[in-house]
């Protein structure tokens, strides 16, 4: 009798827990974490961190202009804004429209890169387990096949011999 091998997942398969019979993962602990950082989020608001000043939640344009005028008060910048928002809700509106850009170019690449390299794994024979074991490819060595070069030359340089 032959010692029982692990038993290899098929291709198709991937490693998916739920379908390799593995644990499932746990849904708790995702909930938890969501949980955690709504808390984060909220606590500012909920404490009131931000009541004593005159913009609760200054951004950091702001806060470095007002840290400019306290070092240098006669200091003239060098450029001006091409475009200056009517309103603070529409400078918001306009980040918040830039930033839904920028992450949905990053998921896409990211997207595109896993596409792609499942699809090579897909495509990608899979060896047989003794043919692993061995170290070749599996396939059926021609005993015709020489190593020569396709321009008929031996690995050395020199002429095949011909009988």
Known sequence: MTPAQPQQPRPDQGTDPRRDGGP???????WAMVAVIAVIAALPLVTGAGDHLDEPFPGADEQGEEAVEEIAPAYEPWLDPLFEAPSAEVESGIFAVQAAIGAGIIGYYFGVVHT????????APAPSAAASAAGTTGAPRDPDATDASPHGDAPDGTAPARD
């Open 24 to 30: 499932r993962p746990r849904a708790w602990i995702t």
């Open 116 to 123: 792609r390299s499942r699809m090579r794994r897909e495509q």
